[in-house]
C-alpha cells in the first residue's frame, strides 16, 4: 500500500492563524510602509509573495510531504505559472496544479503539460474542477449550462490523453475538435499528467470510474463519507480501472489538545461562529486564504494521527493537507504527524517521486 | 528613442554550428547512438538535467551579454514558452520573456491571470509575442477550427479583453468569439505593467489587428525595400488609428572577425547538405498556404540550388538560412562591422528592434553581445547621417 501527502499551497493570503487581516508575505507597498519610520527597511521592493511560496515549497519537500497542491483560485495567483515555478525549484515532490474545464483548448493544455512533465521528471499532476456557480463562471468567460459540465470535462481529458500517448488523433466532440493530432520526437511518450477529479454527487462520482486516476472528497466525518467512498470503489471496479481515493482536509495541530481546541475557537470567532465545539475533532471551520477545505482537524498530534489512519483504513490513498500559515505548518506536520501517521500505516518514509 | 534587442531561445534543440546537423543540444536528435554530448545537454538523462537547463544557460547568457531577453517560439515540435518563462523566473535577473502565443489557445480570463502572474513572478519581465496560426490542418492539429481571417478577428477581440480585464474592476464584454460577465482580476494581480505586444503576421487581416493592438509589429527579415513597404503600410494604418506603433526585426546572423570568415561558415553548412536535405526545401518552396508571411518568405528561392551564393539578396544578406536550421530564409551575413551596418540600415528604414539568433545560441549570445552590440548605432547612426549632409 503506498499514501501520498499533499501539501497545500496558498496561492494568495498566508499569514499567522490568529491574524485577523490575510498579508502577501514578502510583499511591500510604498504607501503602508511595515516599519515605522524610526526603523530602517533593508528589504525595499526586492521581495514579493513568489518568494514566500518558494519557500513553503520547499519546506513541504523539507518536511517529507510527497507533493504539492496548488489551488485554482480566482483570487490568487495563476495555478499553472505557480506550478511551474515551484517545480523548477523542488527536486522530488509532485506539483498538482488545479484548474478549470474552461481554460482553453485541451490540446493546448495537454503540450504545455508535456513541457511540465520533461522538465520535472514527470511530476506534474492535474486537479480540474469547474466551479459549481453560474455567475462564477460566467465571469470566467464561461457559459456552459451545468449539465454540460461533465460532458466537457471528459472530453478534456480524454484528447488531452490521446494527443499525447498517440499520433494521428482525430477527435470531433461537443466542446473540442482535433485532427490528426499528437506529439512527435521526444515530446512525445511522456507521461500523462495524474488527473484528480473531485466532487460528491452521483454525476462526479460517474466521470471519476471513468476518467480519473484519483478522486478528491471533501471532509466529512469518516461515517458520512464512507458510503461515497464505497460508491466509488464500486463503479470503478465496474468499470475495471482503478481510481484512488482522496481526501482533501485541513489541519490545525498543536502539543496539547487544550491549545489546539484554543486556537481553533478563536479562529472560529473571528469568522462569526458562536456555537462552538468544546473539544478536538472535526470542525467546521474554514481556514482563512486560499482554497480552504470544508472542514478542519484540530488536536493533538496523536489525536490527528489516528483519525487520519481511520480514514486510511477505510480506503483513502492520498491526503491533500493544509493549515496556515503554510510555511510553519508544514514544518509542525511535517515533524510531529507524518512520520508517526507513516509508522502506523506501515509506511516506509515519503514514497519516491 | 533607443533600440531594444532581444536574443532567441532555441525550443527544439540545436547543433553546436551551422555546419553540423546533429541537433544534440537537447533531445531532438533523430540520430541513434549520438552520444558525443553529456546526458544533461541531450535531456531527459537519469542525473536530474534536462533540455530546460541548457535552455537557461541561453537565457542567462543573453541576460548577461545586454540582451533584453529572448523569443521563446512555440511549434508542434517545441516546448511551450510558458512553461519555459514560469520554470526560470526565479533563475534569471533581467532576461525578459517574450512568449509566442496563440490567443485562440486560451480562456481570456485565464490568460490574463496568468500574465499578470507571470509578471509577479518575475518583476515584470513577460511579454508576448502574439500569433495567429498558420492555418491549414497545422490549426486543426492544434484544436482550433476557425478560418484564417476569423482568427484575426478573435485575436483582436483577446486582445481588447485582456486590456479591459487589466484595467481592473467589473469587466464585462460581449463580442463575437468572447462573452464575460462581472470579471474582474483580483486586487492581488493588479498594477502589474501590461506585457509590450511584439504581433507577428503579415497578411492584411495581420495588419489591421496589429494596427489595434501592437507595441511592435514584428516581421522575419524580407528584402530590404520589401520590408521598408511592408513598415510604412502599417505605421500609416497605426497613424489613421491616432496610435503609435514600432516596428520589429527578427533576424538570423553570421558575425565572424572577418565577411570571409562568415561566408566560410555559410558554404560549410551548405556543402554538408544532403540532396534529400535540397529536396525537402525544394518541395516546401513550392508549397501555399495560407500563412501568407509564410509565401513571402518563399518567394524568393532560386531555381537551382547548387551554389550557396545564388542566394545572395543584398550584400550581406543571405536567403538560403533555412535549409540549414529550418526556420526563416533570410540572415545577414558579414564582419562584426558589416552586420552592425546592415542592422543600422533597418533600423534607417524603419526598425526600433531586433530580435536576432544565431546558432549555437549559448555561445553566439556572447559573441554577438560582445562583438556586434557595441558597434550598433539606433538611431543616432540617422543623426551623424544627417549631420554629415548637412
Ligand atoms: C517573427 C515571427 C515569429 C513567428 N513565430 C511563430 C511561432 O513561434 N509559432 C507560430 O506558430 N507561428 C509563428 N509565426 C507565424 C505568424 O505569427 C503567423 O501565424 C503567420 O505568419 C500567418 O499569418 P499571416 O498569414 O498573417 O502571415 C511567426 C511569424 C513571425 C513573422
Known amino acids: 500500500m503506498t499514501i501520498q501527502f499533499y501539501w497545500q499551497v496558498p496561492t494568495r493570503g498566508d499569514g499567522r492563524l490568529a491574524d485577523a487581516a490575510v498579508k502577501l508575505r514578502g510583499e ?66 509532485k506539483v498538482l496544479a488545479a484548474f478549470d474545464s474552461a481554460r482553453g483548448s485541451a490540446v493546448y493544455a495537454a503540450k504545455n503539460a508535456v513541457s511540465y512533465q520533461r522538465y520535472s521528471n514527470s511530476r506534474f499532476a492535474w486537479q480540474i474542477a469547474t466551479p459549481a456557480d453560474a455567475a462564477e463562471r460566467r465571469a470566467n468567460g464561461d457559459f456552459i449550462d451545468d449539465a454540460d459540465i461533465p460532458q466537457r470535462t471528459e472530453e478534456f481529458v480524454t484528447v488531452a490523453r490521446h494527443v499525447i500517448t498517440e499520433t494521428g488523433y482525430s477527435f470531433k466532440g461537443r466542446f473540442f475538435e482535433v485532427l490528426e493530432g499528437g506529439f512527435k520526437g521526444p515530446l512525445s511518450g511522456q507521461a500523462v499528467p495524474q488527473v484528480f477529479l473531485t466532487g460528491q454527487t452521483a454525476a462526479d462520482l460517474a466521470v471519476s470510474a471513468k476518467l480519473a486516476d484519483v478522486h478528491v472528497f471533501g471532509a466529512l466525518p469518516l461515517a458520512e463519507l464512507k458510503p461515497h467512498l464505497e460508491r466509488l470503489l464500486e463503479l470503478s471496479a465496474k468499470a475495471r480501472r482503478p481510481v484512488q481515493a482522496a481526501l482533501r482536509i485541513d489541519l490545525l495541530v498543536r502539543e496539547t489538545a487544550a491549545e489546539a481546541v484554543h486556537d481553533a475557537a478563536r479562529q472560529a470567532r473571528q469568522q462569526g461562529q458562536t456555537a462552538l465545539p468544546d473539544q478536538a475533532g472535526l470542525w467546521a471551520l474554514q481556514t482563512p486564504g486560499t482554497g480552504a477545505a470544508r472542514a478542519t482537524l484540530v488536536g493533538d498530534a496523536d489525536q490527528v494521527i489516528a483519525t487520519l489512519a481511520d480514514y486510511a483504513a477505510a480506503g483513502i490513498r492520498v491526503f491533500q493537507l493544509g493549515a496556515v500559515p503554510a510555511l510553519e505548518e508544514a514544518y509542525r506536520i511535517g515533524e510531529q504527524v507524518l512520520p508517526a501517521l507513516r509508522a502506523r500505516l506501515g509506511l516506509t518514509q515519503q514514497q519516491a517521486a | 528613442m533607443a533600440i531594444d534587442i532581444f536574443w532567441r531561445i532555441p525550443t527544439h534543440g540545436e547543433p ?19 552520444h558525443i554530448v553529456h546526458r544533461g545537454l541531450a535531456g531527459g538523462g537519469s542525473d536530474g538535467f534536462n533540455s530546460l537547463d541548457y535552455i537557461a544557460e541561453v537565457a542567462r547568457a543573453a541576460e548577461i551579454s545586454g540582451f533584453h531577453g529572448g523569443l521563446i517560439p512555440s511549434f508542434p515540435m517545441t516546448d511551450e514558452p510558458w512553461a519555459i518563462s514560469s520554470f526560470l523566473a526565479r533563475e534569471t535577473s533581467t532576461f525578459r520573456f517574450m512568449i509566442a502565443f496563440q490567443p485562440g489557445f486560451l480562456n481570456p480570463v485565464t490568460a490574463a491571470r496568468m500574465t499578470a502572474s507571470l509578471q509577479r513572478a518575475s518583476n515584470g519581465r513577460a511579454l508576448f509575442n502574439i500569433i495567429t496560426g498558420g492555418g491549414g490542418p497545422a490549426q486543426l492539429w492544434w484544436g482550433d477550427v476557425a478560418p484564417h481571417d476569423d482568427r484575426y478577428a478573435r485575436t483582436t477581440e483577446f486582445l481588447d479583453v485582456l486590456r ?147 542566394f545572395i539578396l543584398h550584400p550581406n544578406v543571405w536567403s538560403g538560412f533555412s535549409l540549414l536550421r529550418g526556420g526563416q530564409t533570410n540572415g545577414i551575413v558579414g564582419s562584426y562591422e558589416q552586420v552592425a551596418e546592415r542592422l543600422d540600415d533597418l533600423v534607417r528604414l524603419g526598425a526600433d528592434s531586433f530580435i536576432l539568433a544565431s546558432t549555437p545560441h549559448l555561445e553566439e549570445a556572447y559573441r554577438v553581445g560582445e562583438e556586434v552590440l557595441p558597434l550598433l548605432q539606433g538611431h543616432s547612426a540617422r543623426n551623424s547621417v544627417l549631420r554629415a549632409v548637412g
Do not use: M
Open chain 1, 28 to 93: 511591500r507597498s510604498n504607501d503602508q510602509p511595515y516599519f515605522t519610520a524610526g526603523v530602517t527597511d533593508p528589504r525595499g521592493r526586492q521581495f514579493n509573495y513568489y518568494d514566500h511560496l518558494h519557500q513553503i515549497g520547499k519546506a513541504a519537500e523539507l518536511a517529507g510531504f510527497d507533493g504539492l497542491l496548488v489551488p485554482n483560485d480566482p483570487q490568487g495567483e495563476e495555478s499553472w505559472i505557480v506550478a511551474g515555478y515551484l517545480t523548477r525549484n523542488t527536486r522530488r515532490v
Open chain 2, 16 to 34: 553546436s554550428s551551422l555546419c553540423n546537423k546533429l541537433h544534440h543540444r537537447g533531445d531532438w536528435s533523430q540520430q541513434e547512438g549520438d
Open chain 2, 164 to 310: 479591459g480585464l487589466w484595467k481592473g474592476g467589473s469587466y464585462s464584454h460581449h463580442g463575437k468569439f468572447y462573452q464575460l460577465e462581472n470579471a474582474a482580476l483580483p486586487e492581488q494581480l493588479l498594477g502589474q505593467d501590461f506585457p509590450e505586444i511584439y504581433f507577428s503576421g503579415s497578411s492584411d487581416a495581420a495588419l489591421v489587428s496589429a494596427s489595434q493592438h501592437a507595441d511592435f509589429y514584428l516581421s522575419w527579415l524580407e528584402p530590404f525595400d520589401q520590408l521598408k513597404e511592408k513598415f510604412d503600410k502599417v505605421k500609416e494604418k497605426t497613424d489613421k488609428l491616432g496610435r503609435k506603433v514600432k516596428c520589429a526585426v527578427r533576424v538570423d546572423i553570421v558575425a565572424r572577425a572577418t565577411e570571409e570568415e562568415a561566408w566560410r561558415e555559410v558554404r560549410r553548412g551548405f556543402e554538408n547538405l544532403t540532396d534529400a536535405d535540397k529536396e525537402r526545401y525544394a518541395r516546401f518552396a513550392q508549397q501555399t498556404g495560407d500563412s501568407v508571411g509564410a509565401n513571402r518568405q518563399r518567394s524568393n528561392t532560386p531555381k537551382n540550388l547548387d551554389n550557396y551564393q545564388d
